[in-house]
């Protein structure tokens, strides 16, 4: 169950359907994401897996953390890594995460949360479960994105942006149908809290069974709908989704999104997180942590961790219980 909702969509500012002269955005291609394990070992799909990065631009990577429901002991995070080049983006839906790096920055994340990480010119970085939820146990679902930077901004020095889940704008549709969550980017004149080196548009809408959704998108943006649960159709086509599922969308000026009729008891409505990006349309060379233009930039990124230049592993842990994002500066 998504962490920020509302009883009543019909309170909510409504977003208005788009004019007959917008052009609806037609459908690319629909991907399934396969299954794998990431850190220590806790589950994930790999949204953008098989998709060309010249569709996914600006955005390289998208992973669906969970959703899974640890038994005491269980809980994983990652060990310390390095990144360099580009931001992560990790929205927390339900659980707890902490964050922490070499700069000294960090946080805590937790039921709806999203934190913005620029690893801009390289730090090293560990997200794992406090201690309590380790002991504890508990629901673990959310998405961690990553986004290019352009060249002129790949040297940036590291910074965090912690987002709470009230933050986030709640919008509905002109009928009242979907929940519209804006993190980041702007929808029919209402922004997200999420400030952005590229610019993009991040957003979760809930679509109840059987309504639609067609919402303006900015022309100048790709546009990708990656379903986190539920069933429904993409596209003024109907392409049938379900979950695990990856639209991309092709230019236009409106992508619309229906809920079926009929859902799964354990996901009573359609969840879709949608992203949108202005594409930076440089080269990209990419191996494991590091996002750079030239092969030549990667191996001296490998080069620059392995000497020690991206960072010093803390000898204290972070703080438990600390909330709340640090900018880390240099």
């Known amino acids: ?26 459908v690319r291609s629909v991907t399934t994401a396969p299954s794998g394990h990431e850190g220590e ?23 669906q953390m969970g959703e899974v429901d640890y038994a005491p002991g269980e809980p994983k995070g990652t060990a310390w890594h390095p990144h360099r080049g580009f931001e992560t983006v990790t929205y927390l839906i339900d659980g707890t995460f902490e964050h922490q790096d070499s700069h000294g920055g ?12 620029t690893a801009g010119g390289g730090l090293l970085h560990i997200e794992r479960p406090p201690e309590a939820l380790v002991t504890s146990g508990g629901l673990f679902h959310g998405l961690q994105l990553w986004v290019n930077l352009p060249k002129a901004d790949k040297w940036l020095q590291p910074r965090y942006q912690d987002l709470r889940a009230g933050e986030s704008v709640l919008l509905t549709t002109y009928d009242g149908g979907a929940l519209i969550r804006v993190i980041a980017g702007e929808l029919a004149g209402h922004t997200g809290p999420g400030a952005t080196h590229t610019p993009m548009a991040m957003m979760h809408a809930t679509i109840s069974p059987g309504a639609t959704v067609r919402l303006p998108w900015r022309r100048d943006f790709n546009a990708l709908g ?81 000497a020690g230049r991206l960072g010093v592993i803390p000898a204290e842990r972070m703080p438990h219980g600390h909330v709340g994002g640090k900018t880390s500066q240099d």
């Open 1 to 26: 169950m998504p962490a920020v909702t509302v009883e009543d969509f019909n309170t909510l500012a409504r977003v208005p359907e788009p004019g007959p002269t917008a052009v609806d955005r037609p």
């Open 41 to 63: 070992g806790f589950p994930v799909r790999r949204a953008f897996a098989g998709v060309d990065l010249s569709e996914l631009d600006p955005f390289i990577h998208l992973d």
């Open 106 to 117: 960090g946080g805590v994340i937790t039921n709806g949360d999203t934190q913005w990480m």
């Open 226 to 306: 990656y379903v986190l649960s539920g069933a429904g159709t993409v596209g003024a086509q109907q392409h049938p989704v379900r979950t695990g599922q990856l639209a991309v969308f092709g230019p236009g000026d409106a992508i619309t999104i229906a809920g079926a009729t009929h859902q799964e008891s354990r996901h009573p409505a359609l969840d879709v997180v949608l992203l949108g990006g202005q594409p930076i349309r440089e080269p990209i060379a990419w191996a494991g942590p590091f996002v750079m233009n030239t092969k030549a930039e990667v191996l001296q990124a490998f080069e620059d961790y392995q």
